[in-house]
C-alpha cells in the first residue's frame, strides 16, 4: 500500500514570503493531520480533519496559517506570510479514524528554511 | 498542563546489551501513551502503544514498553540491542480517548558495534 505522500521535500524562502505544502493521505484513512516539528522538538499538532471537516487546530496560527481538504482527500498547509519562526519540517500524517488509538502513517515531511 | 517528558536527549548503548529509553508524563485521568520511532530520512513510525490492560506491551522490531501508573513513567526497552535500531525515539501520550497526541522532545539513540 502507498503510503502518504508529501510534496515539495524542501523549501527555502525569504521572510514574508508565502509558501504552501500538498499532503497526499494512504487511501481510505479519513483522518488527516499536519505537525510542525522545530529542530530540537517533538512533532506539535497544527490541525486535525476528519474527512473534509476540522476537528482540532487550537495550535494553528491562524494568522499566518491556512490548511484546507476540501474533498476529504489531500490537503494544502499554507504559510503567508513566513516568519523566521517557521523553519521546521511540517509533517502530514492519516489515520483510518480519528481518535488516537489509531495508528498515524506519516509522510516523509516538508524541510521549510525561512532565510 | 498535559506534558510528556524525556529526560535524556541521547541514549548510548553497546550492540547485544539492553536498552532502556526512559520516559514521564504527566496527565490526569487515565493516559493513552505512544512510542514513535525515526529513522534517518524516513518519516515517524509507530512502535507500540499503551490503552489499557497488561502493563507491559509488545511492539515492533522486538521493542517493549512497561506501563508504570505510580511513577508515571512508560520505558521503552529491548533484551538485545542492534546497530540498526539507531534512530530518534519519541514517547507521545494523550490525554483522552478523544484529544490529540502530545509528543515529547526525542531520545536520539546510538548503538555502538
Known amino acids: 500500500e502507498a503510503g502518504v505522500a508529501q510534496s515539495p521535500r524542501y523549501k527555502i524562502i525569504e521572510k514574508r514570503q508565502s509558501v504552501a505544502f500538498w499532503c497526499n493521505p494512504i487511501s481510505g484513512h479519513a483522518t488527516l493531520y499536519w505537525y510542525q516539528q522545530i529542530l530540537g522538538q517533538g512533532p506539535k499538532l497544527l490541525i486535525q480533519f476528519q474527512n473534509n471537516g476540522v476537528v482540532d487546530d487550537s495550535q494553528l496560527p491562524k494568522d499566518r496559517f491556512s490548511a484546507e481538504r476540501l474533498k476529504g482527500v489531500d490537503s494544502t498547509l499554507k504559510i503567508q506570510p513566513a516568519k523566521l519562526e517557521d523553519s521546521a519540517v511540517y509533517l502530514c500524517?492519516?489515520?483510518?479514524?480519528?481518535?488516537?488509538?489509531?495508528?498515524?502513517?506519516f509522510g516523509p515531511g516538508t524541510r521549510l528554511t525561512v532565510t | 498542563a498535559q506534558s510528556v517528558a524525556q529526560p535524556e536527549d541521547q541514549v548510548n548503548v553497546a550492540e547485544g546489551n539492553p536498552l532502556t529509553v526512559k520516559c514521564t508524563y504527566s496527565v490526569s485521568g487515565n493516559p493513552y501513551l505512544f512510542w514513535y520511532v525515526q529513522y534517518p530520512n524516513r518519516g515517524l513510525q509507530f512502535l507500540l502503544k499503551y490503552i489499557t490492560g497488561d502493563n507491559l506491551v509488545k511492539g515492533s522490531y522486538g521493542f517493549e514498553a512497561e506501563f508504570n501508573k505510580s511513577q508515571t513513567s512508560f520505558h521503552l526497552k529491548k533484551p538485545s540491542a542492534l546497530v540498526s535500531d539507531s534512530a530518534l525515539y519519541f514517547c507521545?501520550?494523550?490525554?483522552?480517548?478523544?484529544?490529540?497526541?502530545?509528543f515529547g522532545k526525542g531520545t536520539r539513540l546510538h548503538i555502538l558495534p
Open positions: 500524517a492519516s489515520s483510518f479514524g480519528q481518535v488516537p488509538t489509531y495508528e498515524q502513517y
Open positions: 507521545a501520550v494523550s490525554p483522552r480517548w478523544d484529544d490529540k497526541i502530545i
